[in-house]
């Protein structure tokens, strides 16, 4: 469970921080001013309706502002991580650069190609969860058990998928495949698994994900940077389109 302690750790240095801090501040404002603008947008269109006599027109001419109305809060709400991916990397990086005491040279193209390598790896994750969580449905069908090993593997198997994605940043700085970042957290399963855990419990709170999931990142970050430390590395390290061995970059660009 140590693996949890990076949080607390990384919630103190953005906290302390104002050049980890305006990365986290920055998406926050963003989407709040998104969603300030959809609920005033929102609340124009309820204002403006005249309603017909008798409850059943009321209801009708009610129905479309309030589901307009929730479309687009659903809309910001899942795109908002789009929204703040680059801001959360650009966290991620200068925290790495606090821990490790080496900055990064990403110039724009460089930085790019990992925003867009890292997002496919998000979607090819989100498909596999998505498939692995069918594969479960079966078992409800068990008597019993069913259920709850259902719920239960399918809890575990979430967060060994959320410990991917907070380790993300970091190993896609360093070019790391897609199938080497999966044989980076299955081999550091126990450890990482509470992490993970922590992510998804936390991230269920309405909203609290906004200020969390930056924070997670970090976590993340920071455990991927003392496991450099202790010699870990990932199955390869890739730059300038070239595989090399783990420890010829030592989780830096060679």
């Not at 991620?92 to 867009?116: C, I, M, N």
């Not at 993300?168 to 495949?177: E, Q």
Request: charged residues 15%; glycine residues 10%; hydrophobic residues 55%.
């Amino acid at each position: 469970m140590h693996s949890l302690r990076h949080l607390p750790r990384a919630a103190r240095a953005i906290a302390t921080g104002p050049h980890l801090a305006i990365w986290m501040a920055l998406p926050a404002t963003v989407n709040a001013s998104l969603l300030a603008l959809a609920l005033g947008y929102s609340w124009g269109r309820l204002a403006s309706v005249q309603p017909p006599e008798g409850w059943l027109g009321t209801i009708g001419a009610y129905a479309w502002p309030i589901a307009l109305a929730l479309a687009l809060f659903l809309a910001i709400y899942l795109a908002s991580g789009l929204v703040a991916s680059p801001f959360w990397d650009r966290l991620t990086e200068r925290y790495e650069e606090d821990l490790s005491g080496h900055p990064f040279d990403r110039r724009g193209g460089l930085w790019l190609g990992d925003l867009a390598r890292s997002a496919l790896h998000t979607a090819l994750s989100f498909a596999l969860w998505l498939t692995f969580q069918l594969v479960l449905l079966p078992l409800q069908l068990l008597p019993v058990v069913g259920g709850l090993v259902e719920i239960t593997l399918g809890f575990g198997g979430t967060a060994l998928f959320a410990a991917r994605e907070l380790l993300d940043p970091a190993l896609t700085r360093r070019r790391v495949r897609y199938l080497d970042k999966w044989r980076t957290v299955w081999a550091h399963k126990r450890e990482l698994f509470w992490l993970g855990a922590a992510t998804v419990l936390l991230c269920w709170v309405p909203l609290f994900n906004f200020v969390f999931l930056p924070v997670a990142l970090a976590a993340g970050t920071s455990w991927w940077v003392e496991a450099e430390r202790r010699g870990i590395r990932p199955g390869a390290v890739r730059a300038g389109g070239h595989d090399l061995p783990a420890a010829a970059g030592a989780g830096r660009y060679p």
